[in-house]
């Protein structure tokens, strides 16, 4: 399983997305508008590329 670790500005883990949260919130949270939504892709690709 894919996960992303979240870390403060000291470098400690304050949480964990898995690649299933980002793709639930993009699909069951649309971006409302097209500037919103090419921000979303954007961070998606970026986070394709981490997990690949």
């Given at each position: ?25 993009l699909v ?19 986070i ?5």
């Amino acid at each position: 399983v894919h996960r992303l670790m979240v870390l403060n500005a000291e470098q400690k883990i304050v949480g964990i997305i898995s690649l299933s949260d980002i793709l639930r919130h993009l699909v069951l949270e649309p971006p409302a508008s097209a500037e919103a939504h090419v921000s979303s892709l954007v961070i998606l690709l970026s986070i394709y590329k981490i997990f690949s």
